[in-house]
């Protein structure tokens, strides 16, 4: 109840969940109806902030689980079995994750994660996580409740994809575009081979000028989320530089893959403003950068099982597309080629290497491939979602 009284305190939760950041192109609202059961981790509001993709369920309160019991939503043998990804891999790389201010509880909760799920001890101690400010040294922000469920869902998310990866913890001082664009730099500076950004603000002309630059890594695998309020484009995932992640709704089913996704009511996708189209992008109704490039599970009634004690009762459920940047990033770690990836390019080149989402909407927009799922690339879900390594 603490952890509740925290996220919806000072905050209109029906506006918070139809409105969201303000959408690139002049879109109408998404179709979805206000999610029931549902609070956004992060209201962070103001000229220049950031907020961050995290959704958490609210009917789900697990806190400390009884003994032999298994947390409720997705694990890593889920999401292994969903994308037909290895159980080994990863072994050299370091995966950054970017987000704003501190969750003190950031290590110690990452090893009930692991413990849970038998993965291997990931500490300071061990050399294989390593937490900094977004100047790369140990001043760490304030701490935010928020922004911690944030951080668990991330380094979860990472571990579970890639348990044999470092883990780097870049947390800007605040949560605007100024302190998460530095924080990215510095990731970059420390060595990461993979970056994941699970926050966005709306677009602005000062992107492409401005903060674009921070997300420039040609043999660093950057990725971003594409958003959580439908169809409307945010930053950085609209940036050329990254691969710009949205979300699926994802079950079993009776299929020979035994899982069946549609493109989820709240995945942010559509036609940049500002940004360029890339070279390796063709699609014909977008003159400029069409999100996204890529999907995994985002709805939060599909959702993942994080630990969280900052502020919050322990293991909880999330989904958002903040699962999508770490998942993603995990993955392009498990194939070990982002020396070799030029930004989002080698997607398009190993299309057929991915499953392709071929129904569901996120919003209203004359009926466009940018907003409504179908075979090929689309807005919502992208070329597809991951099958195995070959498109990473």
Not at 119 to 148: I, M, Q
Not at 274 to 299: E, F, H, L, M
């Amino acid at each position: 109840m603490k952890h509740l009284i925290r996220l919806l305190s000072g905050t209109s939760l029906l506006a918070l969940l139809v409105g969201g950041l303000p959408a690139a192109q002049a879109a109408p609202a998404p179709a979805a109806a206000p999610r029931a059961h549902v609070v956004p981790a992060c209201t962070d509001s103001g000229p220049g902030a950031v907020r961050c993709f995290a959704l958490i369920r609210t009917d789900i309160v697990q806190g400390p689980l009884a003994p032999f019991t298994a947390p409720a939503g997705y694990g890593p043998a889920d999401l292994l079995a969903a994308y037909n990804l290895p159980t080994t891999g990863g072994s050299g790389q370091t995966v950054a994750i970017v987000d704003a201010h501190d969750d003190p509880n950031a290590e110690a909760d990452l090893a009930v994660y692991r413990a849970q799920f038998g993965l291997p001890a990931c500490t300071t101690a061990n050399g294989c996580f390593r937490k900094v400010d977004e100047h790369g040294g140990t001043n760490y922000p304030t701490p935010s409740g928020g922004w911690a469920s944030e951080i668990a869902l991330d380094l979860d998310m990472v571990s579970a994809i890639c348990p044999n990866c470092h883990l780097l913890l870049v947390e800007g001082i605040h949560a605007d575009i100024t302190s998460v664009s530095s924080a990215e730099q510095t990731a970059a500076q420390l060595g990461a081979t993979e970056i994941s950004n699970s926050y966005g603000i709306a677009e602005s002309s000062s992107n492409q000028s401005g903060e674009n630059k921070y997300y420039q890594y040609p043999n660093i695998a950057v990725t971003a989320s594409s958003g959580d309020y439908g169809y409307g484009t945010s930053f950085p995932a609209s940036s050329q530089y990254v691969t710009a992640v949205g979300g699926t709704t994802l079950a079993r089913d009776g299929s020979t893959r035994g899982w069946g996704e549609t493109a989820w009511s709240g995945s942010g996708s559509g036609c940049s403003r500002y940004i360029s189209k890339p070279a390796w992008q063709t699609d014909s109704g977008c003159a400029n950068r069409t999100d996204a490039d890529v999907a995994v599970v985002g709805d939060p009634n599909t959702g993942v099982a994080v630990y969280d004690s900052y502020q919050a009762a322990g293991w909880i459920v999330e989904g958002g597309t903040s699962i999508g940047a770490p998942v993603v990033a995990g993955i392009y770690a498990l194939a070990g080629n982002a020396s070799q990836v030029t930004y989002g390019s080698y997607l398009y080149s190993h299309a057929g290497s991915l499953y392709d989402v071929t129904s569901g909407s996120n919003g209203s927009c004359g009926g466009s491939y940018l907003c409504t799922a179908g075979p090929g690339y689309d807005g919502p879900t992208g070329l597809g979602t991951p099958n195995g390594l070959g498109g990473f």
